[in-house]
């Protein structure tokens, strides 16, 4: 049995939920989210909660429905609270600038990169190279975080590259400290 799925989820002040079949439509102040879920979940909504309960005993429908609750409950943060990601730029010259959705990196290669942000998300850079994502779907944000960071992962030498704000790179000792220590 679902530990997280039998948690029910409370819903704050100012959110509407719309259910229709297997359609959710969670509103906030922040903006809206919708979502299908699977047919092996129901979802109930009574007195300032959501309630989500599984059709079924299998291990996968019991697996869905766990996940189900922890999607909904995001999409309830989401729409409250939003969600926000922080990368940093390391490395000499490497510079980040955006300009309305384009985000322009300069991370060593011989021309700039352009970086489109999706619908819904924002990206503000900081005087330290510090880039904070910031949007209501959970999944968008992790997303986009992910594909900026692939554009010049950080490498285990100097560590120059983008990584997350709280990632600890493993740091390689080169070839000259390999001489020394032989």
Do not use: C
């Amino acid at each position: 049995m679902s530990r997280i799925g039998k948690e029910p989820i409370p819903l704050p002040g100012g959110v509407k939920v719309e259910l229709k079949g297997t359609h959710i439509k969670v509103t906030g102040a922040k903006g809206a989210l919708e979502r299908d879920f699977r047919p092996e979940i129901g979802i109930t909504q009574d007195d300032g909660k959501l309630v989500v309960e599984a059709k079924g005993n299998s291990k996968r429908v019991l697996a869905f429905w766990g996940m189900t609750r922890t999607l909904i409950n995001n999409m309830v943060i989401g729409v409250t609270n939003g969600f926000d990601k922080k990368l940093i730029v390391e490395g000499v010259g490497y510079r980040v600038k955006v300009s309305g959705t384009t985000l322009t990196l300069s991370v060593g290669y011989s021309n700039p990169v352009d970086f489109t942000l999706p619908d819904g998300i924002k990206a503000d850079v900081d005087k330290d190279n510090v880039i904070t994502i910031t949007g209501i779907d959970k999944e968008l944000v992790g997303q986009t975080a992910a594909r900026i960071r692939d554009i010049r992962k950080p490498e285990p030498y100097k560590g120059k590259g983008i990584r997350y704000f709280d990632e600890h790179i493993v740091r390689k000792v080169g070839k000259a400290g390999a001489a020394a220590a032989a």
